[in-house]
């Protein structure tokens, strides 16, 4: 790392850390229904919109008509963009005249944004009007993410009140986060980003001649437009030559940052925020970078604010910034080696195949860690084309479950399960009363807390399993050996954790991915959000217990070690044989010159 | 039955303030205060004809021009309707294969010594308008000959299209291709 980047790096942390508690207290206020200086403004629109929608705002509900609430919006959700992407063609804003998805593929690509993963089966310059982007994915982006952040709400309730069954109004909560939250923050971020270059236009594509035509080989098509093979089954192709390029338009910053501030990941074109539209310069990047983190970073704080001791949550940042930075140094460390399998050649340089040159490579590397970490999935780098180790980094960081900063609330969700085992296991093992901020934690909150952790690891492990028996899934892999394999663990974590980033050699659109998928994605969002609720539900129903000698102090440096391990153990138990059998083994045919 | 009622009068509300008013309303703004960038940040010749974004790159092959990194967009390189990296596994054989069939095109263009990674490595997006100081230098003798011209002329050309560091930290020093072989064309 040289030291424009090691700057750079200190920079982006410091400025991070600055803002946590701002707009931590801010969404603590926002949740809490106290005055913000948004509310002149809001509270109008915030009441019409209830009364519209004939909510009682101060109607409290308790964990099962929470999660009722929760999965009927999403239910709801998921119809209407399901509808909208086999109506494609018949609707408004599509000046490609873009046909409408098929239905594997209209039911995966649902099913994605209505769980904030974002995973995408389709590229959106040659698949997504207008329409579908703007009044479809847009929206989805917004609510599913407000979404997280009420399950994560409710569960801080869960913690402070006491003696209980109510845990606040879904739909409060919701339309809390996203009208004085996401918005906001949005407005501001996309004219930040269109001043670097984002588009934002509704605009029909542009042709643009080039400055050198160019002749290439062109697939021979059908008159059904499907690709001709000759007898061996190679496709047909013919002498072409390109003078002019189309090059696609859209309301890109719009969704562009929702897309990081809501980490849901899923971009306005095929190649995600390495797309110069969509990340033109190295200060868009650096801003993308700082959206995926800021709110998860700052619900800590929110999350300290609420059980009235900052140090709570402070601890649970330090855990995150520990692995985040750890985890950094690693693939910083083995990107920037290069490919030694290129050394040959007479090449020098880092490993620069599926990287934009805009960008510094600490700052794409910083990219590929934060949006991992969190439940974001955009990429400013191609994951597959990732050094064996360092496809490792994004591959763990995801299948540790998306707790280091973590999904807009489902990270912190998350995370705090896992602070309930910590407390339970070292309770277990110095022999103190497992506590956690004056809540005993018993036999409901272990079970709900495994289930919020192990849900999406056995997902990933039984799915990644069969798609080994099936040949359609094998043959759908771009790579060869020890990387194929790479290629299909990384989908199904990606998909069962709702991240929504790949390999993205695999050839996900088959029916096979776009079906099991859909499993993977609607089992990793909505069993943990329901067990959370449950243990919030129970939580809230215990009286408090004043901590005493024999409580475990949980806002202290020992505990953020401990969690830390926890979560390590936690995820080398489950998933070091996988690892194994892809990035690892194929780091070592590299290194041991076996390829 | 409440419930659904709400969720559904839920979507509809915030679909019209998400997906309609918010993004309408960026868009205006956006129109007003960067319209070139939102519009794109085409460039255009004398006769205000648009000839490129210099945002997104083109394919260059002749001698007489700059080359830009090799790109992995489907039908032709540099397609904007295929963005997208080449996915290749770095122990892919296939791409091994490919990065040495470039390395000796390059070399049997008269590129001498070690290859600066980035022009021989595809990038993410596939439409990366830049190259590195490095990778453009290497390719001077080149244009220089096919062009008749000084090679300190082309040093000059490409230190002036260097961009620096963004606020003189972020990023790397980059080289815009299109930019500079447009350059090269008004100069003949």
């Known amino acids: 790392m040289n030291s424009y980047e090691l700057l750079e790096i200190s920079l982006f942390f410091i400025l991070l850390l ?7 207290s801010y969404m603590a206020k926002v949740y809490q229904g106290e005055r913000t200086f948004l509310s002149p403004v809001v509270v109008p629109c915030e009441k019409l919109l209830y009364r519209l929608c004939g909510v009682d705002g101060d109607e409290e509900m308790d964990w099962k008509r929470y999660a009722w609430a929760m999965a009927l919006f999403n239910l709801v959700l998921f119809v209407a963009l399901f509808a909208m992407l086999m109506l494609q063609h018949l609707l408004p804003l599509n000046p490609e005249k873009l046909p409408a998805f098929t239905w594997a593929l209209a039911l995966n690509t649902a099913i994605s944004f209505v769980t904030n993963t974002n995973w995408q089966a389709y590229s959106g310059e040659s698949a997504a009007s207008y329409f579908t982007q703007m009044a479809g994915l847009t929206v989805h982006n917004f609510v599913s993410a407000a979404t997280g952040m009420a399950v994560v709400i409710a569960l801080i309730r869960g913690f402070v009140r006491r003696k209980t069954s109510m845990l606040g109004n879904f739909w409060v909560d919701m339309t809390r986060g996203t009208l004085y939250i996401l918005l906001p923050l949005s407005l501001i971020g996309a004219i930040f980003l269109v001043s670097q270059g984002v588009i934002q236009n509704f605009s029909s594509y542009k042709t643009v001649p080039l400055v050198q035509e160019i002749t290439y080989d062109k697939a021979k098509v059908d008159d059904k437009g499907d690709p001709l093979k000759d007898v061996k089954g190679n496709p047909v192709t013919e002498s072409a030559t390109a003078k002019e390029v189309t090059i696609p338009m859209g309301p890109v910053a719009s969704q562009e940052v929702i897309k990081e501030l809501g980490t849901n990941g899923g971009g306005f074109f095929n190649a995600n925020s390495a797309h110069p539209y969509e990340n033109p310069t190295p200060l868009s990047h650096f801003m993308e970078i700082f959206l995926i983190l800021l709110i998860p970073g700052a619900l ?10 900052t140090r709570q949550g402070w601890t649970l940042l330090g855990v995150m910034l520990l692995l985040l930075i750890g985890s950094f140094s690693v693939l910083q460390g083995v990107e920037s080696s290069g490919n030694p399998l290129l050394a040959q050649f ?7 195949e599926g990287k934009d040159l805009r960008f510094s490579l600490a700052g794409t590397n910083l990219f590929e860690v934060a949006t991992t970490g969190t439940s974001c999935g955009a990429v400013s780098a191609m994951h597959d084309s990732l050094t064996p180790l360092g496809g490792m980094i994004p591959l763990a960081l995801i299948l540790l479950g998306e707790v280091i900063f973590g999904g807009v609330g489902s990270g912190l969700y998350t995370m705090l399960a896992f602070a309930v085992i910590a407390v339970f296991v070292s309770g277990l093992m110095i022999g103190r009363t497992p506590e956690y901020l004056g809540k005993k934690i018993e036999v409901q909150e272990m079970w709900m807390s495994i289930v919020t952790i192990l849900t999406a690891g056995i997902t990933v492990l039984i799915l990644s399993g069969i798609a080994m028996l099936t040949p359609s899934a094998v043959s759908a892999m771009a790579n060869p050996g020890a990387h194929g394999l790479s290629e299909v663990l990384y989908a199904f974590a990606s998909m069962a954790n709702n991240n929504g980033s790949a390999f993205a050699g695999l050839n996900a659109n088959v029916n096979f991915y776009n079906i099991l998928g859909s499993l993977a994605m609607l089992l990793g969002r909505y069993v943990p959000a329901v067990a959370v609720l449950a243990m919030a539900g129970s939580l809230a129903e215990k ?3 004043p901590p005493s000698l024999g409580t475990l102090p949980t806002d202290k440096v020992p505990f953020a070690l401990w969690l830390t391990l926890v979560i390590l153990i936690v995820g080398a ?14 780091h070592l045919a590299m290194v041991g010159g076996k390829i | 039955m409440k419930e659904l009622r709400s969720a559904i009068l839920m979507l509809i509300v915030f679909t019209v303030l998400c997906g309609g008013i918010y993004p309408t309303v960026v868009t205006g703004i956006a129109s007003v205060l ?3 960038q939102a519009g794109g940040s085409f460039i255009t010749d004398t006769n205000n004809r648009v000839i490129g974004s210099s945002l997104i790159g083109q394919p260059f092959s002749e001698a007489k021009y700059f080359w830009p990194r090799p790109s992995a967009t489907s039908g032709f390189s540099y397609n904007p309707l295929a963005s997208g990296g080449s996915n290749s596994g770095p122990t892919n054989p296939d791409f091994i294969k490919t990065v040495g069939c470039r390395v000796k095109t390059l070399q049997d263009s008269g590129v001498t010594g070690s290859i600066p990674a980035d022009l021989v490595l595809a990038s993410a997006s596939g439409l990366d308008p830049h190259v590195s100081p490095e990778a453009a230098n290497v390719q001077i003798p080149r244009v220089a000959k096919a062009r008749g011209m000084a090679e300190e002329v082309l040093t000059t050309l490409v230190a002036a299209h260097t961009e620096g ?11 815009n291709v299109l930019a500079l072989n447009l350059q090269l064309d008004l100069l003949k």
Request: charged share 15%; net charge positive; aromatic share 10%.
């Open chain 1, 346 to 352: 007479g090449i020098h340089g880092a490993n620069m």
């Open chain 1, 18 to 24: 600055v803002m946590i508690r701002p707009l931590g």
């Open chain 1, 300 to 309: 800590t704080y929110t999350f300290g604010v609420m059980v009235g001791n």
């Open chain 2, 34 to 36: 960067f319209p070139k």
């Open chain 2, 165 to 175: 560091r963004q606020l003189g930290l972020l990023g790397e020093p980059r080289v």
């Open chain 1, 543 to 545: 009286k408090y217990v």
């Open chain 1, 573 to 586: 138990l489950t998933f070091f044989p996988a690892l194994s059998l892809g990035p690892i083994a194929e």
